[in-house]
């Protein structure tokens, strides 16, 4: 297998072009490749600058989850933080995560903070949702959004080879005239559920709008998470 290192936006796009399949820390193709064999060429994003990006407003795909700090909202970073081991996150990247693993435990942080997917295509780069991420799997180079307000993150505990954990993730934005908007997103097995009410200074109202639509077919306990997260989000002093 040869593995190519891009350095630029325009030798990563060469490398897609003849076919090189993306790796990120390959935590999850490693055994796959060993079993069924390797791919003449791979592509790692490690080199690339774009890729490597940790900001307020930006996190790059060949970040490794045990790089996401404080830099990035407190939901992308609390998400970071618990996947997997330490040894799992100084390997497993951003990208792998999001377009490569079946939890995808950054996904419910990335859909509250509404980010947009930087990908990288034949024709060049261009912006577009997570569900085309999911659904496609185009390259990723990133991921982009507006800082919010505020934002939180809650991992249950999981039991070894039990279902996923169930994840909540919520954030604030400011959407004028005093009013904020919540996204709140959570997953229960292997489904990610998403909502997003408009809203003052009022969690009982707010909550009463989220459990109207979607999640009142959550079970009580992950509703009665949901409540307390935003309760708390609610409860924070908002410069
Ligand atoms: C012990 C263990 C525990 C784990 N626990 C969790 C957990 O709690 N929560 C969770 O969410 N995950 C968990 N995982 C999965 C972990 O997140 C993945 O192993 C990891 O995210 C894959 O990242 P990687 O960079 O190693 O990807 P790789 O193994 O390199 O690649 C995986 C796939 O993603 C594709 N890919 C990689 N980068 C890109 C890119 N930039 N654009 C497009 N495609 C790309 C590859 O082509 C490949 O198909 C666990 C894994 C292990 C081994």
Redesign the pocket.
């Known amino acids: 297998m040869l593995l190519r290192l891009p350095t630029s936006v325009s030798e990563a796009q060469e490398c897609l072009a003849e076919g090189a ?10 055994a796959g490749w060993l079993r069924d064999g390797f791919p003449a060429l791979a592509m790692s ?1 490690r080199h690339l600058p774009e890729a490597n990006a940790v900001g307020a407003e930006t996190l790059g ?2 970040v490794v989850l045990g790089r996401v700090d404080d830099r990035v909202p407190e939901a992308l970073c609390r998400a970071a933080a618990a ?3 330490g040894a ?1 996150r100084r ?3 951003v ?3 999001l ?3 079946s ?4 996904l419910p942080a990335a859909l509250v903070l509404n980010a947009r997917a930087v990908v990288l295509e034949p024709e060049g780069v261009r912006e577009t949702d997570l569900a085309e991420v999911l659904a496609k ?4 180079l990133g991921l982009r959004w507006t800082a919010p307000l505020a934002s939180c993150h809650h991992k249950a505990q999981g039991a070894a080879g039990g279902a996923p954990p169930l994840v909540v993730a919520a954030a604030l934005h400011p959407v004028g005239g005093g009013r904020r908007l919540l996204r709140v997103a959570v997953r229960d097995g292997y489904e990610v559920l998403t909502a997003a009410v408009e809203c003052r200074t009022d969690p009982p109202g707010s909550l009463a709008a989220l459990r109207s639509g979607e999640f009142g077919r959550l079970p009580s306990a992950a509703w009665d998470i949901v409540h307390d997260r935003v309760g708390e989000l609610f409860s924070r002093p908002v410069g």
């Open positions: 399949v993306p790796v990120g820390g390959a935590t999850l193709v490693w994003l795909a060949a996947v997997g081991t799992v390997a497993a990247t990208g792998g995560n377009v490569g693993s939890l995808r435990c950054l799997r185009p390259l990723l």
